[in-house]
């Protein structure tokens, strides 16, 4: 088994409803997302899955919510837009994306910060 990542971001506001705190007010983040992927064998030239089509799908995702306001997109209008939310949404729509044999999402890792981030994967 192999397990490969790439690592992307974007810039976001957001504001978590419900939390008594700081984090209640809009504020942004410049996020980071590292994808993991796990491929069960290497295809004809002895790769896993190429790092540039990770990289296209992912961006392809984020471009959805860079520079906006988390909160007034799908699916954050209605759950709150926390690293945990976020890294389980990049998860699900990037398995729609990767239709390959021998390849799945092993896991998502969000980071709003240097020091914080929240990891989503499936057992």
Same mark, same amino acid.
């Given at each position: 088994?192999?397990?490969?990542?790439?690592?992307?971001?974007?810039?976001?506001?957001?504001?978590?409803?419900?939390?008594?705190? =700081?984090?209640?007010?809009? *504020?942004?983040?410049? @996020? =980071?997302?590292?994808?993991?992927?796990?491929? !069960? =064998?290497?295809?004809?030239?002895?790769?896993?899955?190429?790092? *540039?089509?990770?990289?296209?799908?992912?961006?392809?995702?984020?471009? #959805?919510?860079?520079?906006?306001?988390?909160?007034?997109?799908?699916?954050?209008?209605?759950?709150?837009?926390?690293?945990?939310?976020?890294? =389980? @949404?990049? /998860?699900?729509?990037?398995?729609?994306?990767?239709? !390959?044999?021998?390849?799945?999402?092993?896991?998502? #890792?969000? @980071?709003?910060? !240097?020091?914080?981030?929240?990891? /989503? /994967?499936?057992?």
């Amino acid at each position: 088994m192999f397990e490969l990542m790439v690592e992307t971001g974007f810039a976001a506001a957001h504001q978590l409803r419900g939390y008594k705190g =700081k984090c209640e007010a809009l *504020h942004g983040h410049n @996020w =980071k997302v590292q994808v993991f992927i796990q491929v !069960e =064998k290497l295809n004809e030239i002895d790769l896993g899955m190429d790092f *540039h089509q990770i990289k296209d799908y992912t961006k392809e995702i984020l471009s #959805t919510v860079d520079h906006g306001f988390l909160n007034e997109i799908f699916p954050f209008t209605q759950i709150n837009p926390s690293s945990e939310n976020i890294a =389980k @949404w990049v /998860y699900d729509s990037l398995i729609k994306k990767i239709d !390959e044999e021998n390849v799945s999402v092993a896991a998502i #890792t969000v @980071w709003e910060s !240097e020091t914080a981030s929240a990891t /989503y /994967y499936e057992d």
